[in-house]
């Protein structure tokens, strides 16, 4: 019964997960974390999990890999890694298949690399740990595998320590760490979350290929459908710790059969669309808590299809959907769904047209000054430009989207608008005012309440011990709005209903309350002093998929009804294309397009925006994308190249002239219907640009 | 790095100064002045003597300038006294002659006379310092390997019985002072009944000739109070690194628990202890002055007390900037060896 694991001849499925249970025990209670999840992976498969946070799609992962620490144990079914059960195996036997024959790739590259120890020693120790290979060897395999995953000048690479790459060459040396033995089966849990859309592109392009060339199964964990949808060959979709279906990509994607995953399509919305064509349908309700799950189906009670009485009662167990192959749903109704309904919206209110300009910004500059080693201090001052000549203007009751990956200036910007920086040189005007030099300290009550912000993270923002109730009022109070309590407790309330949370919640402490919950405090907090310029840096980012959608729809219906100026700050081109009026494109400070959403999401593109649209995943299989990756990572603000600031990376630099683009900041152009691109091409390159994504005639009725 | 030690080397010359100035000011306060003019003159003076005694031996200058000679910046001062006789600092209060120096501070190296043992500052700081340093040596042979292993021992396996059973024993070693605990094991130890023919309970015979039976006790009982409290770090931070991703990261690539803990682990763990040893150097010195005494070991604390108990101000002041010395060094090489360990903060 002593397989040789490494035998190459073994050609049944690599991993083979059957009704596998999963459940974490603390004191209280035991909290199943994974439910009857079973599933297959052929060699040179791949295989995608997708779902939201909190699923158990990383427990999965992690029991695949035997690790699920001190609380968590595997209560039943079996993982057999090429026919051998995991769950019986020794601790030795474990450490022998771990690295070499399942390897794993990780969230959050920086924290996975060992800060105190060489690349190339962490990558060395592969191959001497589990082929006992000679220290030269092993020296010449990483370097062999760290040029596979395309990292520039190997040998200095191997030799420095993971704090000196950036995030996406930390992430390619985790994939070289995963195939130094050339492994059977890869997991990847989230592996691009933490990086920018066109490293995270060039990442996963590497993945796919790497895949192929050593024949290795994957196993793909994703939030992202989009992603899965251009990895893998196989989904599976997760939901509060069970799979709800699976199938082949085209099946699933196409002819789904279970009403989350339906949902799950209907609330991400996709860049080649924008609101008209294609409504978001958010998720009612929350998703349960692992002790707090409902009887029967689990996502009964938000489910549009719910029928009392039968899918509350009993397990609900995956049954086939005939026709396909493999394809499984856990749905009872599955059979009697119309699947092709057309989505049903409320009634949708007209966007009032944009007003006058409230806001206008005249080559705004923020520079900053860093000296080289905080520790040297005095000499070597490095100028970093945040912001370069920023121009633009904002109207009342429109969006503005600010698009752009790290660094390119827009949370400077932010700041700037909002007074915790001063501007280094150009103006802004708020109502035809100067408060670019003006500190938040020095502003008006009326200044500080008219420009507001709702940030990124929920959970860091709201101060955890104090009600919920009494963050607005204290808002209130900043802006002297109401003249005694119960008028700003009346205030507090109204706002509550404006951002609709329940009237009680009022009484409740942040850490009561999920994400999105926690956001639409932050939003009525932004609003609590009439605001009317809200900044919005990645409102939704931090949240999940499910939530985004509703939460996006508050902040536009709130903005339709209060007439706001939203500034919308993000990275994500579809939710950008689905709620904005006008989009600014951002690159290491400079503003290379501004036009109308048609605009900026057609053809002429700036090359940069070319290249940001080709790699948002885009979970649809029947739109065709182009496929541009670009080299290399976003060069460091505090060094920038000269002439043009994308021309380390642009592809069409030769058509424009090398020496043109390496020495002369473009200017901006003003094409047709005052868009304005920043780039040396000529007219005619720029009108023969074709669309990078191309939605079929279908969806588009 | 050059300049980064130079820098360092600066702010801690500066330190030196205030913190020598503050000794100096304190020991040169009136009462103490007055004092020393009755216990080395005449013990009979009316306050108009002790104010002439004073004047006469240069005592009754501004602070500053009296910091100044004695720092060795400012020449030292040539009084011709009320009662007719000239004295000069340079020549120890006598007359001055030819080949008296100008300057006579502790930078000149004259650190002055000792009224107690009536020798040469210099000579018993230098002698008293090293029968310390070689206490502290064995102190620290014991303290930080100990430490060390108790910390990574317990911190490897969170709640486990190990590290709940270390944790407790550091805890109760840490949270008892060496007063107490000195005192404990002499009467454990040093008794006829139990290990008298082992542990001696005094040191004294250890300054010529340290062995087991008459150092084990003074060395234990200092390391025993600054081992719990390192312990206690390196466990705190051991835990936290074992729960870091990258230890997961290790674990998955199929490196084996020992090696995990030995290779990843380890220097990571040992950033944050480093530091507290290194602070632990002016607490070890606290606890010299408390041993020595205690053990009859003639070191450096030992000395400390004597001067401060005799108003022994040229001592005093000496020993003082030696401890400020000693201290200030230890974090320098604290600092440095942070630098190393931590390849994040290295400056390239």
């Given at each position: 019964?002593?397989?040789?694991?490494?035998?190459d001849?073994y050609?049944?499925?690599?991993l083979?997960?059957?009704?596998l249970?999963?459940?974490f025990f603390?004191?209280?209670?035991?909290?199943?974390?994974?439910?009857d999840f079973?599933?297959k992976?052929?060699p040179?498969?791949?295989?995608?999990?997708?779902?939201?946070?909190?699923?158990?799609?990383?427990t999965?992962?992690?029991?695949v890999m035997?690790?699920?620490?001190?609380?968590?144990?595997?209560?039943?079914?079996?993982?057999?890694?090429?026919?051998?059960?995991?769950?019986t195996?020794?601790?030795?036997?474990?450490?022998?298949?771990?690295?070499?024959?399942?390897?794993?790739?990780?969230?959050e590259?920086?924290?996975?690399?060992?800060?105190a120890?060489?690349?190339?020693?962490?990558?060395?120790?592969?191959p001497?740990?589990?082929?006992?290979?000679s220290?030269?060897?092993?020296?010449?395999?990483?370097l062999?595998?760290?040029?596979?995953?395309?990292l520039?000048?190997p040998?200095?690479?191997?030799?420095s320590?993971?704090?000196?790459l950036s995030?996406?060459?930390?992430?390619?040396?985790?994939?070289?760490?995963?195939?130094?033995?050339?492994p059977?089966?890869?997991?990847?849990?989230e592996?691009?979350?933490?990086l920018?859309?066109?490293?995270?592109?060039?990442?996963?392009?590497?993945?796919?290929?790497l895949?192929?060339?050593?024949?290795t199964?994957?196993?793909?964990i994703?939030?992202n459908l989009?992603?899965?949808?251009?990895?893998?060959d196989?989904?599976?979709v997760m939901?509060?710790?069970e799979?709800?279906?699976?199938g082949?990509?085209?099946?699933?994607?196409d002819e789904?059969?279970?009403?989350?995953t339906?949902?799950?399509f209907?609330?991400?919305?996709?860049?080649?669309?924008?609101?008209?064509?294609?409504?978001?349908?958010?998720?009612p309700g929350?998703?349960?808590l692992?002790?707090?799950?409902?009887?029967?189906?689990?996502?009964?009670?938000?489910c549009?299809?719910?029928?009392a009485?039968?899918?509350?009662?009993?397990?609900?167990?995956m049954?086939p959907?005939?026709?396909?192959?493999?394809?499984?749903?856990?749905?009872?109704?599955?059979?009697e769904?119309?699947?092709?309904?057309?989505?049903d919206v409320?009634?949708?209110?007209?966007?009032?047209e944009?007003?006058r300009?409230?806001?206008?910004?005249?080559?705004?500059?923020?520079?900053?000054?860093?000296?080289?080693?905080?520790?040297?201090?005095?000499k070597?001052?490095?100028?970093?430009?945040?912001n370069?000549?920023?121009?633009?203007?904002?109207?009342?009751?429109?969006?503005?989207?600010?698009?752009?990956?790290?660094?390119?200036?827009?949370?400077?910007?932010a700041?700037?608008?909002?007074g915790?920086e001063?501007?280094?040189d150009?103006?802004?005007?708020?109502?035809?005012?100067?408060?670019?030099?003006?500190?938040?300290e020095?502003?008006?009550?009326?200044?500080?309440?008219?420009?507001?912000m709702?940030?990124?993270?929920?959970f860091?923002?709201l101060?955890?011990?104090?009600?919920?109730?009494?963050?607005?009022i204290?808002?209130?109070?900043?802006?002297k709005?109401?003249?005694?309590?119960?008028?700003?407790r009346n205030?507090?309330l109204?706002?509550?209903d404006?951002?609709k949370?329940?009237?009680?919640?009022?009484?409740?402490?942040?850490?009561?309350?999920?994400?999105g919950?926690?956001q639409?405090?932050g939003?009525a907090?932004?609003f609590?002093g009439?605001?009317r310029?809200v900044v919005?840096?990645?409102?939704?980012?931090?949240?999940?998929?499910s939530?985004?959608?509703?939460?996006t729809?508050?902040?536009?219906?709130?903005?339709?009804?209060?007439?706001t100026t939203?500034?919308?700050i993000?990275?994500?081109?579809?939710?950008v294309?689905?709620?904005?009026?006008?989009?600014?494109?951002?690159?290491?400070?400079?503003?290379?397009?501004?036009?109308?959403?048609?605009?900026?999401f057609s053809p002429?593109?700036?090359?940069?925006?070319e290249?940001?649209?080709?790699?948002?995943?885009?979970?649809d299989?029947?739109?065709?994308k182009?496929?541009i990756?670009?080299?290399g990572d976003i060069p460091?603000?505090?060094?920038?190249p000269s002439?043009?600031p994308f021309?380390?990376?642009?592809?069409?630099?030769?058509?424009?002239?090398k020496?043109?683009?390496?020495?002369?900041v473009?200017p901006?152009?003003i094409l047709d219907?005052?868009?304005?691109?920043?780039?040396?091409?000529?007219?005619?390159?720029?009108?023969n640009?074709?669309?990078?994504?191309?939605?079929?005639?279908?969806?588009?009725? | 790095?050059?300049?980064f030690i130079?820098?360092?080397?600066?702010?801690?010359?500066?330190?030196?100064?205030?913190l020598?100035?503050i000794?100096?000011?304190l020991?040169?306060?009136?009462?103490?002045?007055?004092k020393?003019?009755?216990?080395?003159?005449?013990?009979?003076m009316s306050?108009?003597?002790?104010?002439t005694?004073?004047?006469?031996?240069?005592?009754?200058?501004?602070?500053?300038?009296?910091?100044?000679?004695?720092?060795?910046?400012?020449?030292g001062?040539?009084i011709?006294?009320?009662?007719g006789e000239?004295?000069a600092?340079?020549?120890?209060?006598?007359?001055?002659?030819?080949?008296?120096a100008?300057?006579?501070?502790i930078l000149?190296?004259?650190?002055g006379?000792?009224?107690?043992?009536?020798?040469?500052?210099?000579?018993?700081v230098?002698t008293?310092?090293?029968?310390?340093?070689?206490?502290?040596?064995?102190?620290?042979?014991?303290?930080v390997?100990?430490?060390l292993?108790?910390?990574v021992?317990?911190?490897m396996?969170?709640g486990?019985?190990t590290?709940?059973?270390l944790?407790?024993?550091?805890?109760?070693?840490?949270?008892?002072?060496e007063?107490?605990?000195?005192?404990?094991?002499?009467?454990?130890?040093?008794?006829?009944?139990?290990?008298?023919?082992y542990?001696?309970?005094?040191?004294?015979?250890?300054m010529?000739d340290?062995?087991?039976?008459n150092?084990?006790?003074?060395?234990?009982?200092i390391?025993?109070y600054?081992?719990g409290?390192?312990a206690r770090?390196?466990r705190?931070s051991?835990?936290?690194?074992?729960?870091?991703?990258?230890?997961?990261?290790?674990?998955?690539?199929?490196?084996?628990?020992p090696n995990?803990?030995?290779k990843?682990?380890?220097?990571?763990?040992?950033?944050?202890?480093?530091?507290?040893i290194?602070l632990?150097f002016p607490?070890?010195?606290n606890g010299?002055?408390?041993?020595?005494?205690?053990?009859?070991y003639?070191?450096?604390?030992?000395?400390?007390?004597?001067?401060?108990?005799?108003?022994?101000?040229?001592?005093?002041l000496?020993?003082?900037?030696?401890?400020?010395?000693?201290?200030?060094?230890?974090?320098?090489?604290?600092d440095?060896?942070?630098?190393?360990?931590?390849?994040?903060?290295?400056i390239?």
């Amino acid at each position: 019964m002593d397989y040789d694991l490494r035998n190459d001849a073994y050609d049944g499925p690599i991993l083979e997960i059957d009704k596998l249970s999963i459940s974490f025990f603390t004191r209280l209670r035991e909290i199943p974390a994974v439910m009857d999840f079973s599933a297959k992976i052929m060699p040179g498969e791949a295989l995608g999990i997708v779902g939201e946070s909190g699923c158990g799609k990383s427990t999965v992962a992690l029991g695949v890999m035997q690790d699920l620490g001190v609380n968590g144990r595997i209560v039943g079914g079996s993982i057999k890694f090429k026919g051998r059960d995991l769950n019986t195996m020794t601790q030795e036997e474990l450490r022998d298949i771990r690295g070499s024959q399942i390897a794993m790739i990780y969230q959050e590259p920086m924290a996975s690399l060992n800060p105190a120890m060489r690349i190339g020693k962490q990558l060395m120790e592969v191959p001497m740990i589990h082929e006992g290979v000679s220290e030269k060897d092993a020296y010449d395999r990483a370097l062999e595998v760290v040029t596979d995953v395309k990292l520039p000048d190997p040998a200095r690479i191997l030799n420095s320590f993971p704090h000196q790459l950036s995030g996406g060459q930390q992430q390619r040396i985790v994939i070289a760490m995963a195939l130094m033995s050339k492994p059977s089966l890869l997991i990847l849990d989230e592996p691009t979350t933490a990086l920018d859309v066109t490293v995270e592109a060039a990442v996963v392009d590497l993945v796919k290929d790497l895949g192929k060339k050593y024949g290795t199964s994957m196993l793909f964990i994703s939030h992202n459908l989009g992603l899965v949808l251009e990895t893998c060959d196989r989904i599976c979709v997760m939901y509060s710790g069970e799979a709800v279906e699976r199938g082949s990509i085209e099946d699933v994607f196409d002819e789904m059969q279970h009403p989350y995953t339906q949902a799950l399509f209907r609330s991400i919305p996709l860049p080649g669309a924008d609101k008209n064509a294609r409504p978001l349908v958010a998720i009612p309700g929350n998703f349960p808590l692992p002790h707090e799950r409902p009887s029967g189906c689990n996502f009964g009670p938000r489910c549009d299809y719910f029928e009392a009485g039968r899918c509350d009662v009993g397990n609900i167990a995956m049954r086939p959907i005939p026709g396909n192959d493999r394809h499984e749903s856990r749905c009872l109704r599955f059979e009697e769904i119309d699947w092709n309904a057309p989505i049903d919206v409320g009634p949708q209110t007209a966007k009032p047209e944009p007003g006058r300009v409230v806001l206008k910004m005249d080559n705004l500059k923020k520079y900053y000054e860093v000296a080289a080693s905080a520790l040297f201090g005095g000499k070597n001052k490095k100028v970093v430009k945040a912001n370069e000549t920023l121009s633009f203007e904002a109207r009342e009751a429109e969006t503005l989207a600010i698009v752009g990956e790290s660094g390119c200036g827009k949370s400077t910007f932010a700041k700037v608008l909002m007074g915790l920086e001063t501007a280094t040189d150009g103006q802004i005007l708020l109502d035809n005012q100067n408060i670019e030099s003006t500190p938040i300290e020095a502003r008006d009550t009326k200044t500080v309440a008219d420009v507001q912000m709702v940030f990124q993270n929920p959970f860091d923002t709201l101060n955890p011990s104090m009600t919920v109730g009494r963050q607005i009022i204290r808002a209130l109070e900043i802006f002297k709005i109401g003249n005694t309590d119960d008028d700003r407790r009346n205030r507090m309330l109204e706002l509550l209903d404006l951002v609709k949370l329940p009237r009680a919640f009022a009484d409740r402490m942040p850490r009561q309350l999920s994400g999105g919950q926690k956001q639409r405090v932050g939003i009525a907090r932004a609003f609590a002093g009439g605001a009317r310029i809200v900044v919005a840096d990645e409102p939704v980012s931090a949240l999940d998929v499910s939530v985004q959608a509703a939460v996006t729809d508050l902040l536009m219906e709130i903005q339709r009804n209060e007439k706001t100026t939203l500034l919308f700050i993000s990275h994500d081109l579809s939710i950008v294309r689905y709620l904005s009026d006008r989009v600014m494109v951002m690159y290491l400070g400079h503003v290379v397009e501004l036009g109308t959403t048609e605009q900026v999401f057609s053809p002429p593109y700036h090359p940069y925006t070319e290249a940001l649209l080709s790699a948002v995943p885009i979970a649809d299989t029947s739109v065709k994308k182009k496929h541009i990756v670009l080299d290399g990572d976003i060069p460091s603000a505090m060094n920038p190249p000269s002439g043009c600031p994308f021309q380390t990376r642009c592809h069409w630099k030769d058509r424009a002239g090398k020496s043109l683009c390496e020495t002369q900041v473009p200017p901006m152009r003003i094409l047709d219907g005052g868009h304005q691109v920043k780039c040396h091409l000529s007219d005619e390159d720029l009108a023969n640009m074709e669309p990078v994504i191309e939605m079929p005639a279908t969806a588009a009725e | 790095m050059g300049l980064f030690i130079l820098r360092r080397l600066g702010v801690m010359i500066l330190t030196a100064l205030c913190l020598t100035f503050i000794v100096f000011w304190l020991t040169n306060l009136y009462p103490n002045l007055e004092k020393l003019a009755k216990t080395q003159g005449n013990f009979r003076m009316s306050d108009e003597q002790v104010e002439t005694y004073l004047g006469n031996r240069g005592y009754t200058q501004a602070l500053p300038v009296k910091y100044g000679q004695w720092l060795g910046v400012l020449p030292g001062y040539v009084i011709e006294g009320t009662d007719g006789e000239t004295r000069a600092r340079c020549a120890a209060g006598r007359a001055p002659t030819e080949d008296t120096a100008t300057f006579c501070g502790i930078l000149q190296g004259e650190w002055g006379q000792s009224t107690v043992f009536k020798d040469e500052v210099g000579s018993i700081v230098s002698t008293r310092l090293g029968l310390t340093g070689k206490l502290m040596f064995w102190v620290m042979m014991v303290m930080v390997p100990g430490a060390l292993i108790i910390g990574v021992l317990a911190g490897m396996r969170e709640g486990s019985r190990t590290d709940r059973s270390l944790s407790t024993v550091s805890i109760v070693s840490t949270a008892t002072p060496e007063y107490v605990s000195g005192v404990i094991l002499i009467a454990v130890f040093a008794t006829p009944l139990f290990g008298m023919q082992y542990f001696k309970g005094t040191a004294t015979s250890a300054m010529d000739d340290a062995n087991f039976n008459n150092f084990f006790l003074p060395v234990i009982t200092i390391a025993l109070y600054g081992m719990g409290y390192i312990a206690r770090m390196t466990r705190a931070s051991m835990t936290e690194v074992m729960t870091a991703q990258y230890i997961r990261t290790a674990r998955l690539k199929g490196v084996s628990f020992p090696n995990i803990v030995m290779k990843h682990a380890l220097r990571n763990a040992l950033i944050a202890p480093f530091t507290v040893i290194m602070l632990q150097f002016p607490w070890l010195l606290n606890g010299v002055v408390i041993v020595e005494t205690l053990f009859n070991y003639k070191g450096f604390g030992w000395t400390l007390v004597q001067a401060a108990s005799n108003n022994d101000i040229e001592l005093l002041l000496g020993v003082s900037v030696v401890s400020v010395f000693v201290v200030l060094v230890t974090q320098l090489i604290s600092d440095i060896g942070y630098v190393f360990l931590n390849p994040r903060i290295r400056i390239s």
